[in-house]
């Protein structure tokens, strides 16, 4: 998409937006540039595994563990959301996590930035051409992705944390259709069904997320 102007303009934009967030909790964004033609970003290397891939390597986590993650993510989050942004994509497998357990928040590639009239733009650092992944998203989202504000985050955080204490999806249906029908329709079964030595505060704070 080299020659499409508009799209090499808005990955500047968005590139240099996302370099101004400097958050511990945020996978950093140093640089964007070019080299004969080659647009690229120059970020922070994280040396671990993204959540998803432990959870399927190692099982469900322990809870305290599990919180720890999520309140790193949150926190994360939170400095975004002062910034005037929102990810719009949280899942288990944009969660770093490197060998000393410090948590980074990757991928800012389909997240909404506030401007100074008060609108949002489409952020396509990355070049994804979808807003998000159904397992992740709220009813809200799925109807008008640009509309949204902190509280889809927080609906896929919660999600994610779902994820990260059972090892199963909240709402386990195969069609992306299916999946925003069973939001609007039920319930996620609760946690303590699935992993009983999680606390009930802890699946409170889930099943409010």
């Given amino acids: 998409r080299v020659d499409d102007s508009s799209y090499l303009a808005r990955f500047h934009q968005e590139a ?15 640089d964007v540039d070019n080299d004969k033609g080659t ?15 432990l959870v399927k390597e190692d099982g469900p986590l322990d809870y305290e563990l599990a919180a720890r993650y999520i309140a790193q993510a ?15 994509d949280i899942k288990p497998s944009n969660l770093l996590i490197d060998h000393e357990g410090q948590l980074k928040i990757l991928d800012f590639g389909l997240s909404l930035i506030e401007k100074s009239d008060d609108e949002f733009s489409r952020v396509m650092v990355f070049g994804q051409d ?27 955080l919660g999600c994610t944390f779902y994820v990260a204490l059972t090892g199963k999806l909240p709402f386990p249906f195969k069609t992306g259709a299916e999946k925003i029908q069973a939001r609007m329709k039920m319930k996620a079964k609760p946690i303590r069904q699935h992993s009983p030595h999680v606390p009930a505060k802890i699946g409170a704070i889930v099943e409010k997320m």
């Avoid at 240099?16 to 140093?30: C, E, F, S, T």
């Avoid at 949150?74 to 719009?88: M, N, P, S, T, Y």
């Avoid at 992944?133 to 896929?156: C, E, H, L, P, Q």
């Fill in 16 to 30: 240099q937006a996302a370099a101004r967030l400097d958050h511990r909790n945020i996978v950093r964004a140093y």
């Fill in 39 to 53: 647009h690229y970003l120059v970020m922070e290397f994280v040396d671990g595994k993204d959540l998803q891939r």
């Fill in 130 to 156: 979808c807003l998000g992944t159904a397992d992740y998203i709220g009813t809200d989202k799925a109807m008008d992705s640009f509309n949204v504000d902190g509280r889809a985050d927080i609906f896929g």
């Fill in 74 to 88: 949150a926190e994360g989050l939170d400095h975004a959301h002062g910034a005037g942004l929102v990810h719009r």
